[in-house]
T-cell receptor, first 114, second 115 residues
Framework: AQSVSQHNHHVILSEAASLELGCNYS??????LFWYVQYPGQHLQLLLK??????LVKGIKGFEAEFIKSKFSFNLRKPSVQWSDTAEYFC????????????FGSGTRLSIRP | KAGVTQTPRYLIKTRGQQVTLSCSPI?????VSWYQQTPGQGLQFLFE???????NKGNFPGRFSGRQFSNSRSEMNVSTLELGDSALYLC??????????????FGPGTRLLVL
């Protein structure tokens, strides 16, 4: 069965620290990949997505992610976090053949110390 | 453009009752998907509708059902509510381009509490 693994459940960083959140998926075929963010009290928002092309994708608020097909990974990065990045981050995958069904990871809670 | 809207935002029901949740997609979006979010299980796909037809379904019991209207608005219904149905129910809409679904945009959700 298809699945998405986010290895870190809770990450605590200080402001200006660099961030990398891991995401691995299990699916042998072509996939579309996403990172969504849920700020406290707000709804899910798209951070960035990968459909095809350059495996390094840039999203909003200085986030980027790299798709490494050989590792089935799509890690999220940000060189310098801010207090306002405190949120829950979800990695998600849709198999290309069934693109209406998003499979989400369990989420990573990011807490930033001011 | 207005975003995805969901009504009601909060709902309290008792076991055995049924509930209907509503979702209005972004204008022009014809695909609507539903998800259940709980602390224990995370975000789980319920089903997806396009042109009034259910195209995809997750692993939920038959008590969970949905429908889509000709204006793309969608409703989901849960019958014979159980305590474990307490969750945030999210609706997402998306465009279809060339037969493929584009990015899904989420609504604020309906928080259901079953007592």
């Amino acid at each position: 069965a298809q699945s998405v693994s986010q290895h870190n459940h809770h990450v605590i960083l200080s402001e200006a620290a660099s961030l990398e959140l891991g995401c691995n998926y299990s699916y042998g075929g072509t996939v579309n990949l996403f990172w969504y963010v849920q700020y406290p009290g707000q709804h899910l928002q798209l951070l960035l997505k990968y459909f095809s092309g350059d495996p390094l994708v840039k999203g909003i608020k200085g986030f980027e992610a790299e798709f490494i097909k050989s590792k089935f990974s799509f890690n999220l990065r940000k060189p310098s976090v801010q207090w306002s990045d405190t949120a829950e981050y979800f990695c998600a995958v849709t198999p290309y053949s069934s693109a209406s069904k998003i499979i989400f990871g369990s989420g990573t809670r990011l807490s930033i110390r001011p | 453009k207005a975003g995805v809207t969901q009504t009601p935002r909060y709902l309290i029901k008792t076991r055995g009752q049924q509930v209907t949740l509503s979702c209005s997609p972004i204008s022009g979006h014809r695909s609507v998907s539903w998800y259940q979010q709980t602390p224990g299980q995370g975000l789980q796909f319920l089903f997806e509708y396009f042109s009034e037809t259910q195209r995809n379904k997750g692993n939920f019991p038959g008590r969970f059902s949905g429908r889509q209207f000709s204006n793309s608005r969608s409703e989901m219904n849960v019958s014979t509510l159980e305590l474990g149905d307490s969750a945030l129910y999210l609706c997402a809409s998306s465009l279809m381009v060339g037969g493929l679904q584009e990015t899904q945009y989420f609504g604020p959700g309906t928080r259901l509490l079953v007592l």
